[in-house]
């Protein structure tokens, strides 16, 4: 049972445009959700995070937006960047759950120059 | 500043061998915890350990082991090696401070079993 679902296994963006990556998840109880980025041979770097109570956390050219009537997340970048390329994951946990984190699969984003 | 840090890199063994992985938290931070990462795949929680009690622990059988020292450091042990642990184990630190949480994860372990 994927209790955080990232549907879209690949996304290939122009150098300069926007990169929109999507999560989606079904526990309610989930109450705060990080993006980490991950390159091979290497373990997964902390992007950007938002708290249930917030619907929008910018970071630079990093902006989440929440959607807890909808279940879903999505990732922001804005303007993409070849160094971006890498796979992206979302992640959600809940304080009466020992703040363990449930990741999804993860979306592989290529920025072309 | 220290990150987190790992070793081994690379590690092959052999079904129904032990290994022990280890795991330096980045400084200031108390809890550790461990993932497996299988290929293709997001990261599983095994368990974690804070103030070196284990703090929650995920679907993994008691083969799966673990220990944290009083410096934060931690120790992931499994026995009995099966070919499905093949993975990439991943260690994190963290700071339990209010609701926020961010983890910081270290390179990996990665455990190649035949």
């Known amino acids: 049972d994927q209790q955080v679902k990232q549907n879209s296994p690949s996304l290939s963006v122009q150098e300069g445009r926007i990169s929109i990556l999507n999560c989606d998840y079904t526990?309610?109880?989930?109450?705060?959700f990080l993006w980490y980025k991950k390159y091979p041979a290497e373990g997964p770097t902390f992007l950007i995070s938002i708290s249930s109570i917030k619907d929008k956390n910018e970071d630079g050219r990093f902006t989440v937006f929440l959607n807890k009537s909808a279940k879903h997340l999505s990732l922001h970048i804005v303007p993409s960047q070849p160094g971006d390329s890498a796979v992206y994951f979302c992640?959600?946990?809940?304080?009466?759950?020992?703040?363990?984190?449930?990741w999804g699969l993860g979306t592989s984003l290529a920025v072309n120059p | 500043e220290t990150g987190v840090t790992q070793s081994p890199t690379h590690l092959i063994k052999t079904r129904g061998q032990q290994v022990t992985l280890r795991c330096s938290s980045q400084s200031g931070h108390n809890t550790v915890s461990w993932y497996q990462q299988a290929l293709g795949q997001g990261p599983q929680f095994i368990f974690q350990y804070y103030r070196e009690e284990e703090n929650g622990r995920g679907n993994f059988p008691p083969r799966f082991s673990g220990l944290q020292f009083p410096n934060y450091s931690s120790e992931l042990n499994v026995n009995a090696l099966e070919l499905d642990d093949s993975a990439l184990y991943l260690c994190?630190?963290?700071?339990?401070?209010?609701?926020?949480?961010?983890?910081?994860f270290g390179p990996g372990t990665r455990l190649t079993v035949l």
């Open positions: 994190a630190s963290s700071y339990p401070s209010g609701t926020y949480n961010e983890q910081f």
């Open positions: 992640a959600a946990s809940n304080a009466g759950n020992n703040r363990k984190l449930i």
């Open positions: 526990n309610s109880m989930f109450d705060y």
